[in-house]
């Protein structure tokens, strides 16, 4: 049988009544480090036939090793999406999920994956590779592996990869390590897998590009480049490389559908001083196109100044076809024209960042990741104004769902999640998509805070269980994620302390002021104190970066103290890298970066108790200037303003527990719900939505550890 080890407590918990909470009760993550026997794997022909026909090239290309990752030339950080084309890891191994790697010699075969995915690995994967999990218990490093592997191989040892695919970070680290061991590390070119794999592979996504209008976006893409500009002077750079796609998006003020749930598109970008080159697949054919969507004005080619067939001269863009190679092609012709620096981001793929002369190389955060982070005014007042529309609907959802739960009419948390999406589709003109696929659970299946529900695994919210719902959209004026937990019942006194103080935590940091120049790692230990006061944690960040008609999870910044984050429950290159730490490189955290005025993230601790509930809350914020008491030096300070207004749950609220500032920052939340959304909700005439919301936002104070409502002049009227 699977054992566990706990990610929220070390030995055991006690909770408020002195009764130890048993240790399985927190158990979520495999303690092995791989499974030995898999006894119940089974092995598919497909998968194993491409695997030796790989093998069969390791002599063509002299190596005797071959790494595999999981990424495409992009390399997706925060994105997650990796299209089926792309996916060659599981095209040789059946492991379908976009976190892993993987090193195949001429008789084993070996995948990493992290702790959530490691029993998908291990469901997944044909028999005969090993599942190893990252960062687990003396868990061999890919190196090390491969030393191991190749110890007895006399003469020249080479390890092969496609330097396409992988970060250019981590290819530098495998050399460094590897080559301690005289093994080599040969860039393969063309893929051995791309090579192979030839049967049953789906094209690449090519969705319609709209433009999008500037009373959404703010500024021009001619002012966004310039701002480009301005901060590569700063750092004495020629040129820029841009290959994250949702900066592209932003720096064009274009959107597309290539991607779940994302409104982006495959593309490339160089930025020099003269010239603007972006790469996008059927060029010719989407630059003459009739815009798709109602609020699109223009055919791309008028929106980017440019000629029927991509070619202009002057303020523009110059339009071509996506082609990597050719991109790479075209970089090694910039690099060498140029006197000055090419600026590349961390998650540059090694085959680009080799074409350029490293004495010319400038890698670091991207301009256009960072000023994409920091909202402008027309982008700002998008978010508050998409995040409140989006709230109302989900407020009449919220309150319809709970009436017809006590009346007996049965609901399904999958069915709530389709809901969600509906209510925003149906209501809201601006509304594109979701923000990310519904997370929602009822009961122990909550606990998993990665839980998507579907028709195979759906299951019924009751009266008797905690049900949480997580849940976004894309509207062309702003991006919404908000989580509410409920119970519809009589809740127990661990559960309403536990959610009490997991509102306590997302208070503390809604509430919060600090000043300029911290970041997300210093500020998150003020969120998790109500919790870490009684021994418990949540292994996730307490917010993260959110865009504006983007990713729901954006750079540079996020707020957090552990390694977990939304991507992974380890380090991205945990496992990886044998050796000494101190020869290696490390790609910069997210919550090293400042939090600046105007970038907009979510508050959203949480606590899983693994087996029985989860509970979640969670707001999108923006950061901003607040009023200081005492002005006595230079420094300025930020807080945040919230813009998501729905209230939280007074049936599962121990008040006793919370301080004043507490409760009163709460009071005035619930008055500003009120005063943004009641309005809106009797225009609509929704009764239902306007009393459930009342009961909710109605103030409390403390009083000798007693609860009660102000009096009657104090009260909200309905």
Known sequence: MTQFVSWLLILFCVDTNGHEISQQRFDSIPVESYNIKRENCVTNSVTSNRLSEVRKLFDKNNVDAYIITADDVHMHPGLSNIAKCDKRLQAVSGFSANFGIAVVTSTSASLWTDGRHFRQAEKETDCGWEIYRKGGPEVVTVTDWIIQKLQTKEGEKNVGSAPSYMNAVWWRNFDTVLSQ??????????????????????????????????????????????????????????????????????????????????????????????????????????????????????????????????????????????????????????????????????????KLYSVIPKEKVYQAIPPTLYLKARKNFIERNGMRNSNLLDSVVIVEFFARLEKEILEGIPWTVHQAAEEAIKVRSRSLSLYRDQSFNTLSGSGHRGADFRYHPSAETDHDITTTEIFNQDSGGQYLDGTSDLTRTFHYGNATEHEKEMYTRVLMAHINLSNLKFPVGQTGRAIDAVSREPLWEVGVDYMHETGHGISHNGAVVEGPASISCIEETHMSDVKLDASLFGGDDNQLERVPDNADYPINEHMCFTTEPGYYEEGYFGIRIENVMIVRKCKQKYNISSHHFLEFETVTFIPYEPKLITYDIMSQSEVDWMNSYHQEVWDKVSPLLKKKNNNVALEWLHKRVQPVYLHHNIHSFYENSDKIEL
Not at 271 to 290: A, Q
Not at 301 to 311: E, F, P, R, S
Not at 327 to 341: C, E, M, P, Q, V
């Open 181 to 350: 061991s005289k093994i080599r590390l040969l860039p393969i070119n063309n893929d051995l897998v791309d090579e192979i794999w030839t049967d049953s592979r789906s094209v690449r996504p090519s969705k319609d590009l709209n433009s999008l209008d500037i009373k959404y976006a703010g500024r021009t893409w001619q002012e966004k480049i310039e701002d480009v500009r301005k901060e590569m002077t700063k750092k004495n750079v020629e040129v820029l490389v841009v290959t994250g796609v949702d900066e592209i998006a932003w720096l064009f003020n274009v959107r597309g559908k290539d991607f779940a749930n994302k409104p982006y598109f495959y593309s490339f970008v160089s930025i020099d001083k003269n010239s603007v080159s972006l790469y996008i697949i059927d060029s010719k054919s989407k630059l003459n196109k009739v815009p798709t969507d109602p609020e699109s004005k223009q055919k791309l080619k008028d929106h980017l100044k440019t000629g029927a067939d991509g070619k202009c001269t002057g303020e523009c863009v110059q339009v071509m076809e996506y082609d990597h190679n050719q991109f790479a092609l075209n970089i090694a012709s910039l690099a060498k024209k140029s006197t000055g620096r090419i600026w590349l981001s961390y998650d540059c793929n090694y």
